[in-house]
């Protein structure tokens, strides 16, 4: 079994300061995390995604991730907010054994103030 | 660009009239998937085809039926919608099911459905 929380429904910064996203996973094999993120009426798009390869992800709009086994974490960081960051955030776990079916976490508001 | 493309973007039914949702893929992917998604909630997977194989959740409402008649198009149809049913509906694909490292989901734009 595998599943997602997310600390946090909403979180809120200002532009230029530190976003952190936290995500916690359950996953009975090593897993395969996403974060995507998900503008008003629109799909998810792809940010970032750890593999088993190296620990520190690096995505895109300037976003990165850590895998933290020993924490069973895998937060979304960047250094400084911009307004156009301002969006829906959901981390997913999958795993090699569901059939590739990824579990997505209840997601996180981030609003940027300016 | 390859891409996921939903169409229509708005739709909007009646209570009880079926209505059909369309997905097509430009990816040539094995795997479509549907997922259903309420307001500030995590997308819900309704299904899956890996191919032809059609793979149901098992708390899927019979209500919801999909259709794959070939590689790049995948319908979703709501028999008889309800007042419940309204929702955006997200389709998405991954080029295979078994290898994590490929089944990273590329997502449409989605379509959102407005019951009366």
């Known amino acids: 079994a595998q599943s997602v929380t997310q600390l946090g429904s909403h979180v809120s910064v200002s532009e230029g300061a530190l976003v952190l996203l936290r995500c916690n996973y359950s996953?009975?094999?090593?897993?395969?995390l996403f974060w995507y993120v998900q503008y008003p009426n629109q799909g998810l798009q792809l940010l970032l995604k750890?593999?088993?390869?190296?620990?520190l992800v690096k995505g895109i709009n300037g976003f990165e991730a850590e895998f933290k086994k020993s924490e069973t974490s895998f937060h979304l960081t960047k250094p400084s907010a911009h307004m156009s960051d301002a969006a829906e955030y959901f981390c997913?776990?999958?795993?090699?054994?569901?059939?590739?079916?990824?579990?997505f976490g209840d997601g996180t508001t981030l609003t940027v103030k300016p | 660009d390859a891409m996921v493309i939903q169409n229509p973007r708005y739709q909007v039914t009646q209570f009880g009239k079926p209505v059909t949702l369309s997905c097509s893929q430009t990816?040539?992917?094995?795997?479509m998937y549907w997922y259903q998604q309420k307001s500030s909630q995590a997308p819900k997977l309704l299904f899956h085809?890996?191919?032809?194989?059609?793979?149901n959740e098992a708390d899927t409402p019979d209500n919801f039926q999909s259709r794959r008649p070939n590689t790049s198009f995948c319908f979703l149809d709501i028999r008889s919608p309800g007042l419940g049913d309204a929702a955006m509906y997200l389709c998405?694909?991954?080029?295979?099911?078994?290898?994590?490292?490929?089944?990273?989901?590329?997502f449409g734009p989605g379509t959102r459905l407005t019951v009366l």
């Open positions: 998405a694909t991954s080029r295979d099911r078994i290898s994590g490292v490929n089944n990273e989901q590329f």
């Open positions: 996953s009975s094999v090593p897993p395969y």
């Open positions: 750890y593999t088993s390869a190296a620990t």
């Open positions: 997913a776990v999958s795993a090699p054994t569901n059939a590739g079916k990824s579990t």
């Open positions: 990816l040539n992917h094995n795997v």
């Open positions: 085809y890996y191919d032809k194989d059609f793979n």
